[in-house]
């Protein structure tokens, strides 16, 4: 805390790695005890074990939500076996999940770095998409950014004087989605049920959620941004297979954190499990 740590979690935090999900809420209410900052990028994953959590009510006494079937979502499995075991359980893990995860869920984050070097990396959990500015007035459902900020009325980038985001602009649109976001988590009438983001379709409002924990790399739009803004480095999890990544595409400024330590199953010869990054990365000139 003294030298400036802060734990930014890329997401899955829950109904995913590890043997069981009691370790992990445990674990970060021993961090929120010691007062160190941590953020909590929203997830598909999470969002699974959340459709089993009622604000009012807390853990429910139901089996967990379908999607939390095979190796992919053991932890959750084991976490409801263990509630079924202790009951006594269920009141103290509702409390934990109130005050050491939900208030610590963010959309997006960014770090900058060095002062008055101007750089900036953004971090999601899925890799998500800025278009290279608005041509016309369509919605652009490439855009996952401007969505979002569309859902919560928002100043979007096609309001600023500018189309694209910038190093300089993106940090207050994050801020304000992040603080729209958690307003609404505090709010019961506000939130929609996290299944409907689960099953959103692109027509729906909600989609722009949906995009933000479950998108995958590869797809032409992500990267025209991306190679024409080299001063932004994105960094995501959720998608394992680098091979995604369009042939021939320039990715210094993309970094994937995901791997498969922690998710069972067999692990494979030579496999290396990159953990941790340092904030912004370090990119190549």
Same mark, same amino acid.
């Given at each position: 805390?003294? *030298?400036?740590?802060? /734990?930014? /979690?890329? #997401?899955?935090?829950?109904?995913?790695?590890?043997?069981?999900?009691?370790?992990?809420?445990?674990?970060?209410?021993?961090?929120?005890?010691?007062?160190?900052?941590?953020?909590?990028?929203?997830?598909?994953?999470?969002?699974?074990?959340?459709?089993?959590?009622?604000?009012?009510? #807390?853990?429910?006494?139901?089996?967990?939500?379908?999607?939390?079937? #095979?190796?992919?979502?053991?932890?959750?499995?084991?976490?409801?076996?263990?509630?079924?075991?202790?009951?006594?359980?269920?009141?103290?893990?509702?409390?934990?999940?109130?005050?050491?995860?939900? %208030?610590?869920?963010?959309?997006?984050?960014?770090?900058?770095?060095?002062?008055?070097?101007?750089?900036?990396?953004?971090?999601?959990?899925? %890799?998500?998409?800025?278009?290279?500015?608005?041509?016309?007035?369509?919605?652009?459902?490439?855009?996952?950014?401007?969505?979002?900020? *569309?859902?919560?009325?928002?100043?979007?980038?096609?309001?600023?004087?500018?189309?694209?985001?910038?190093?300089?602009?993106?940090?207050?649109?994050?801020?304000?989605?992040?603080? +729209?976001?958690?307003?609404?988590?505090?709010?019961?009438?506000?939130?929609?049920?996290?299944?409907?983001? *689960?099953?959103?379709?692109?027509?729906?409002?909600? /989609?722009?959620?949906?995009?933000?924990?479950?998108?995958? %790399?590869?797809?032409? *739009?992500?990267?025209?941004?991306?190679?024409?803004?080299?001063?932004?480095? /994105?960094?995501?999890?959720?998608?394992?297979?680098?091979?995604?990544?369009?042939?021939?595409?320039?990715?210094?400024?993309?970094?994937?954190?995901?791997?498969?330590?922690? +998710?069972?199953?067999?692990?494979?010869?030579?496999?290396?499990?990159?953990?941790?990054?340092?904030?912004?990365?370090?990119?190549? %000139?």
């Amino acid at each position: 805390v003294s *030298q400036g740590v802060k /734990f930014r /979690f890329i #997401g899955d935090m829950l109904a995913d790695r590890g043997v069981n999900d009691a370790l992990t809420l445990a674990i970060l209410n021993t961090i929120k005890t010691h007062k160190i900052p941590y953020e909590i990028i929203l997830s598909n994953h999470d969002v699974w074990f959340l459709i089993d959590f009622d604000v009012k009510t #807390g853990l429910k006494d139901t089996k967990p939500y379908a999607y939390s079937a #095979g190796d992919s979502a053991k932890s959750v499995r084991d976490f409801y076996h263990l509630l079924s075991r202790e009951p006594d359980l269920r009141g103290k893990f509702t409390a934990i999940i109130r005050t050491a995860y939900l %208030p610590h869920l963010k959309l997006l984050s960014y770090s900058s770095g060095q002062k008055g070097v101007s750089r900036l990396a953004v971090y999601s959990h899925a %890799p998500i998409s800025f278009s290279p500015g608005s041509r016309d007035n369509a919605p652009d459902f490439n855009d996952t950014l401007d969505l979002l900020l *569309q859902f919560y009325q928002l100043p979007s980038k096609k309001s600023l004087s500018e189309s694209e985001p910038t190093v300089e602009k993106l940090p207050a649109m994050i801020d304000a989605l992040n603080a +729209k976001f958690q307003s609404s988590l505090q709010s019961e009438e506000e939130w929609p049920s996290w299944r409907k983001i *689960q099953d959103a379709e692109s027509e729906n409002p909600l /989609f722009c959620f949906r995009q933000l924990i479950w998108q995958r %790399p590869g797809e032409p *739009q992500f990267e025209e941004f991306r190679q024409e803004h080299p001063e932004i480095t /994105f960094v995501h999890g959720h998608d394992i297979t680098p091979s995604r990544l369009p042939t021939g595409a320039n990715i210094d400024n993309v970094e994937n954190i995901d791997n498969g330590f922690g +998710k069972g199953g067999p692990r494979q010869a030579g496999d290396t499990y990159k953990i941790f990054t340092v904030s912004p990365p370090v990119v190549s %000139p």
